[in-house]
């Protein structure tokens, strides 16, 4: 080749694609929420299939032991083990979680969608009982509740769920209003499309944004009411271990067996504080307005 040549970029040849991580790996808030998730769904899973010790079982000649290569958080004045009592609680507390909110989300979607789409007075209806629910603050009206139905893990789903629902219906209804006179809802109506059709097909599809971001903020919101029912003797009932009635058995014990109460205060603390974060890296992630401060991201 002679010095006046140059040489042409091989355009034929693709470029190697560089691997991308999931966009909760990509970000510090996101990558350290999930991994705290992964622990609490871990542990809850764990203690659905197995358990180092029985959780409810008592053993006298064990009562009181500290951590140690037996009994890695020690045992309780029944002569329980902790570690297994934790991943217990763990799973009772993420399915009345889970629960609750999947149960507060699905009836709230159908009653917002329905209010907000077709009004009238199905509408009036709907946001006079709303109004009426959320003048009492959630964990009161549960606290109501469950003083009527008694303590079981059926009522605590029941509770929270009726609690949670006014607000995830003042969500879809209100987003609701915002996307029933767009373009695609008319042209869908214009088609000869039923009404049904077109709630369901087009107008609740594009709630889901924002009823995300809102079930994650709920599901930390039950964890906590969880826990603070059954520490008030509300919630599930014993011998069955939650994180909440764990520290409430661990209350005359803080002096002789601290870590009755540190390591499920421990576990309601990392769980709320993995939630949170992570809501805040979905929140950034599916609303377009913080996109920006993503670095470009998508």
Not at 32 to 37: C, F, H, Q
Not at 181 to 187: L, S, T
Not at 199 to 212: D, M, Q, S
Request: one cysteine or more; proline letters at 7%; glycine letters at 10%.
């Amino acid at each position: 080749m002679s010095g006046g040549d140059r040489a042409l970029p091989d355009i034929g040849r693709p470029e190697p694609q560089r691997r991308r991580w999931p966009w909760f790996l990509r970000r510090v808030n996101g990558f350290v929420g999930s991994v705290l998730l992964f622990v609490v769904f871990g542990a809850a899973f764990a203690g659905l299939v197995w358990t180092p010790y029985d959780p409810v079982a008592p053993d006298f000649r064990a009562r009181f032991m500290p951590p140690d290569a037996a009994h890695w958080m020690g045992t309780d004045e029944w002569g329980r083990d902790v570690f297994s009592r934790i991943l217990q609680g763990a799973r009772t507390s993420v399915f009345v979680a889970l629960s609750s909110v999947s149960l507060a989300v699905i009836a709230g979607t159908l009653i917002g969608g329905l209010s907000g789409f077709f009004g009238s007075w199905l509408d009036r209806i709907v946001i006079m009982l709303t109004d009426a629910l959320l003048a009492f603050p959630g964990l009161l009206l549960a606290l109501a509740i469950m003083a009527i139905a008694g303590p079981s893990e059926e009522g605590v789903v029941l509770a929270l769920a009726l609690s949670y629902m006014p607000s995830v219906i003042r969500l879809v209804r209100g987003t609701v209003l915002s996307i029933r006179e767009k373009e695609y809802v008319e042209a869908s109506r214009a088609m000869g499309n039923g009404a049904l059709f077109t709630l369901f097909r087009h107008v609740l599809p594009n709630c889901t944004a924002p009823l995300i971001v809102m079930a994650t903020a709920l599901f930390g919101s039950a964890l906590l009411a969880e826990s603070a029912l059954s520490f008030l003797g509300l919630g599930v009932p014993p011998p069955a271990p939650t994180w909440g009635n764990m520290l409430s058995e661990a209350r005359g014990y803080f002096v002789q067996a601290p870590w009755l109460a540190a390591f499920p205060g421990l576990c309601i603390s990392l769980a709320l504080l993995g939630i949170n974060i992570f809501g805040d890296a979905l929140r950034d992630r599916l609303d377009p307005r913080m996109r920006g401060f993503d670095g470009g991201r998508q």
